[in-house]
């Protein structure tokens, strides 16, 4: 089969991104591309409508390339916990839990059975396949068990990109070095270098790209500019790569940012809005007083419950409601703003029943089953009726409590009652559903509710879904990155 493959000589050196340009350029160009990554590490998840789970990214390249998210498309995923251990997801399902040491025994042979049988999949279905490695595919302690970079682009045969960023300094020490600890087979593979991330002329890196391409023989293919769009990443740490921007929106709204913060990507679509600004909060800090505060989702419900409560937050939060302050709790988040969460199998380490915030009449139990499915459901509230599509992703199973004191004055906030709850204040809400801010009337319809409060003018519900703007900046990501780039070396 005909496949690319983008490997970066560190992480963060662009390679989701520069895949999903890759993905949209070739797809406008005539080509059927799947995007493919053999195995991910990531708690931004999506789920395709199978119900099987894959990293955020590989979704976003499956949307730049205009085709339907497969499991195919990243088959082995690991979800940190935090604990040096990791759930295992192999093509979309959760298989166990393993730590660090025991991966490599436990489960090579069934990764890479699972990535040998995804790509024979996507060959018979595609004209291309768009690979992206992972951090370094020249880290010499890991080599015999990565199941990534040039394992996957040697079984292919795959016309490979090694991708720099040259913001960090030392790029050409980063080529040179990577290359020369890649095996002749790996090197030969190599087709083009990609100098990703450039501020400033053209004309004064010249001489170093000759340089370059006389030291290895391989030639520079794309000087790509510092790109200001902000896309999905793959985990967490890009909160700390991320530059403030937009806090002093006309609503400023914080999210909790949590040690195993899951699916931050549902907070791009509140990103987008012009008129918000949102803040990333340590629970270490004061929360302040925005308009409305985010338990986002988290890998580890309990673990971070406990942090919450041991540095103040928990009661700051407490605090904050009380007050009438807007709380919206998701996935995790829901489950914490319970009244209780238990762990009778210690699957998230230590076995037992924790209290959470009391804030919804809400008692959770952590299960070994797993959730995962799409979900199309009809809104209660803000506004009645309106049409809402996202996806679950949960391991645990919550009560909603209908006796009792606590009980009084809540409402479903779907159909499904079982998805979601709001107090009769409109002041705190819970739910299940990732993906709720993807949908554009639904979103505005609860920040309208914030607007108000301040005395704000609404804005216009009638917009459309974030899928829609997600388009427009892949399609601009695109226009950009193709000015620069040059893929002939790579289709010939």
């Known amino acids: 089969m ?230 999905p990443a793959e985990d967490s740490l890009d909160l700390l790569e991320r530059k403030p921007r937009k806090f002093n929106g006309e609503l400023n709204i914080s999210v909790v940012k949590l040690p195993r913060i899951a699916n931050f990507t549902d907070f791009d679509p509140l990103e987008s809005e012009p008129t918000v600004g949102v803040k990333y909060v340590s629970p270490k800090h004061e929360l302040g007083h925005p308009d409305a505060v985010i338990l986002p989702g988290t890998k580890t419900t309990i673990p971070d419950l406990l942090l919450l409560q041991r540095t103040g937050m928990a009661e700051q939060i407490q605090n904050y409601a009380a007050a009438g302050g807007t709380v919206l709790g998701i996935c995790g988040g829901f489950q914490i703003l319970g009244q209780m969460i238990a762990d009778p199998e210690g699957i998230e380490g230590q076995a037992g029943r924790f209290g959470g915030l009391g804030l919804l009449p809400v008692k959770s139990v952590i299960t070994g089953q797993k959730i995962a499915r799409q979900r199309q459901v009809t809104s209660n509230f803000p506004q009645a009726g309106l049409p809402v599509h996202g996806f679950e992703i949960h391991q645990g199973r919550s009560r909603i409590e209908t006796q009792g004191p606590d009980a009084q004055g809540f409402e479903a906030l779907f159909d499904d009652v079982n998805l979601g709850l709001v107090d009769k204040c409109q002041s705190v809400w819970g739910t299940y559903l990732h993906g709720m801010f993807d949908n554009g009337p639904w979103r505005r319809a609860w920040l309208n509710r914030l607007r108000q409060q301040r005395g704000l003018k609404s804005l216009p519900t009638g917009v459309p879904n974030y899928r829609e703007q997600r388009e427009k900046l892949l399609d601009s990501l695109a226009v950009n990155v193709e000015r620069y780039l040059d893929l002939s070396v790579l289709l010939s």
């Open 2 to 231: 005909k496949s690319i493959m983008v490997v970066g000589t560190t992480s963060h050196a662009g390679k989701s991104l520069l895949c999903a340009a890759i993905c949209r350029i070739l797809s406008r160009r005539g080509w059927r591309v799947a995007p493919f990554k053999g195995q991910n590490m990531a708690n931004n998840a999506y789920v395709t409508a199978n119900g099987g789970e894959i990293g955020y990214a590989q979704a976003v390249q499956a949307w730049a390339a205009g085709v339907v998210p497969w499991v195919e498309m990243n088959p082995v995923l690991l979800k940190p916990q935090g604990d040096m251990t990791s759930q295992v997801i192999i093509k979309g399902k959760a298989v166990g839990k393993v730590s660090a040491t025991d991966y490599y025994e436990q489960y090579f042979d069934l990764g890479w059975r699972a990535i040998e049988e995804s790509l024979h999949n996507l060959g018979t279905e595609f004209d291309l396949i768009v690979c992206e490695g992972a951090g370094s595919p020249a880290e010499i302690n890991l080599k015999h068990r990565d199941l990534t970079n040039m394992r996957v682009a040697k079984h292919l045969n795959a016309m490979t990109l090694l991708v720099v960023d040259i913001e960090r300094g030392g790029a050409f020490a980063h080529v040179v070095g990577t290359l020369e600890l890649l095996e002749p087979d790996e090197r030969a593979l190599i087709k083009g270098i990609v100098i990703n991330k450039f501020r400033g002329q053209r004309s004064i890196l010249e001489p170093g790209i000759k340089w370059l391409e006389e030291r290895t023989g391989i030639p520079v293919v794309g000087v790509i500019p510092y790109l200001e769009q902000v896309f």
